[in-house]
């Protein structure tokens, strides 16, 4: 299949078209990499899939996603920390107020 493509500074392919345009270089490739951006370089005009570098990027992301989980769950437990101590805060004053109460200072 023909297609055009960008290459950059580290000689993947970064932008895709279907057409001509200045600046893109005709490639042939196959269906099943077409579109794929910063994973597949161009040799003797055919497009190849860095399958390691795929690999790499995917496990990047998913470290990634790993680290945005913890900090939510970091988050989510903080919250209730929180809760937990208004909570406490909460039934102490009540019970200085009951205590004050019964004493007659209020």
Request: a negative charge; glycine letters at 4%.
């Amino acid at each position: 299949m023909k297609s055009f493509v960008t290459v950059n500074s580290d000689g993947y392919i970064d932008m895709w078209s279907n057409q001509k345009l200045e600046g893109f270089a005709e490639v042939e490739t196959s269906e099943n990499i077409i579109n794929l951006i910063n994973v597949c370089k161009v040799e003797n005009g055919k497009v190849i899939l860095d399958e390691k570098r795929q690999k790499e990027i995917i496990s990047n992301q998913r470290a990634e996603k790993t680290e945005l989980d913890l900090l939510r769950q970091e988050s989510a437990d903080m919250m209730i920390y929180v809760a937990e101590v208004e909570q406490k805060t909460q039934q102490d004053y009540a019970d200085l107020l009951l205590s004050l109460a019964e004493a007659g200072a209020l």
